[in-house]
């Protein structure tokens, strides 16, 4: 078996992974596609000590990183299984069982998408999804944020303090974050307000996007919406299906864990967008990959195994 089995190889496993193996004990790391969210991003501005950045290019830093201490990596892997034991198993969809003293989750989260045209082809161009990321790319022009939600709303007005206009466009006759959020939101010059809203496309230019339509769901009219960028937030789906019913999770599915990381489940830790960690960073990632290692070889060295 493995000392510390880790399933997911985003920046928290990949930080998981190098404090594992900086104390010689047996590492592996199993991930669908290793690097995660990160190959889908473009230009990370917030990864502190590096002023400007890739995804992809960071996502090699980190595999060659990983591949510089002695660590299996198993990746294009999917964990379908977890089960609890003085071992603890993992399942894989190949059909294969690993098992581990200790297990750490970090399969990370993905963002609802609103499934339009031209929501992919403009990813990154002018479609985002992360204000703390994306936020001061388009200071000085207009932009709209879809959902109406806690998040939605906290997006307005966070952008409301760098860009020029904030449209809110919620599909619902009403906005549903809290009242104080709502208040803050109303309170702002920058920002209109677009309930009973169904987007519909995101235009562009070819190069970027220049636009969204959406559908007026009380008249049904189509309305178009010039704007530089939408910032998507209708939710972030932590990837834990796999483990409902295992250890214990948030009703929106995030990983429940204590300060070292520890989960319900003896012997298994998690980290990363995955859990209940309130902010979904990089950086804040990494850190609680390495914080979750850390706890997991804690346990290895108290619990005898
Ligand atoms: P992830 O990066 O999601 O990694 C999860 C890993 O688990 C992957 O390897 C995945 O393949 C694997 N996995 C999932 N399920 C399974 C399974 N069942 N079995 C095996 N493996 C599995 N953050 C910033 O700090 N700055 C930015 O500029 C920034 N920009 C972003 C732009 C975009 C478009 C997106 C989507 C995110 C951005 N983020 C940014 C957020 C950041 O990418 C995440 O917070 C971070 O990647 C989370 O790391 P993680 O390791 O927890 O999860």
């Known amino acids: 078996p493995y000392d510390m089995l880790i399933v997911g190889g985003g920046p928290a496993g990949a930080a998981a992974a190098i404090y594992a193996a900086r104390k010689g004990i047996r590492t592996g790391v199993v991930a669908e596609r290793f690097g995660g969210q990160v190959m ?4 990370i501005e917030n990864f502190i000590s590096v002023k400007e950045t890739q995804g992809p290019k960071l996502a090699a830093a980190l595999e060659e990183h990983v591949k510089s ?3 299996d990596i198993m990746n294009t892997q999917r964990a379908v299984k977890l089960t609890g034991g003085d071992l603890v198993t993992v399942e894989l969809a190949n059909g294969a069982t690993l098992r581990g003293k200790t297990v750490l ?3 990370g989260a993905r963002w609802r998408e609103m499934n339009v045209p031209g929501e992919k082809e403009y990813r990154g161009r002018g479609v985002a999804y992360c204000p703390h990321c994306d936020g001061p790319l388009f200071k000085g022009k ?3 944020v879809i959902g109406g939600g ?5 997006a307005a007005i966070d952008l409301a303090g760098i860009v020029e206009h904030v449209t809110l466009i919620e599909f619902d006759s009403q906005l549903r974050a809290d009242a104080v959020l709502q208040t803050k939101l109303r309170s702002l010059p920058n920002v209109s307000i677009v309930v009973s809203a169904l987007t519909t496309e995101v235009h562009g230019d070819g190069q970027k996007m220049t636009g969204l339509s959406y559908t007026d769901r009380v008249t049904q009219e189509s309305r178009k919406l010039d704007v530089a960028g939408v910032f998507v937030q209708i939710g972030l789906l932590p990837n834990s299906d796999w483990l409902k019913g295992t250890l214990a999770l948030t009703p929106r599915g995030e990983i429940e864990v204590d300060a070292r990381g520890q989960t319900s489940l003896p012997g298994v830790f998690a980290a ?11 950086i804040i990632a990494m850190g609680a990959g390495s914080n979750a290692a850390l706890g997991a070889f804690d346990h290895l060295i108290r619990s005898g195994v």
């Open 105 to 107: 989750i970090a399969t």
């Open 40 to 43: 889908d991003t473009m230009g």
């Open 69 to 71: 201490y002695d660590v």
């Open 150 to 154: 806690n998040s939605g709303v906290e």
């Open 272 to 282: 990363g967008d995955v859990t209940t960690a309130p902010y979904k960073q990089i």
């Open 142 to 144: 207009r932009v709209a």
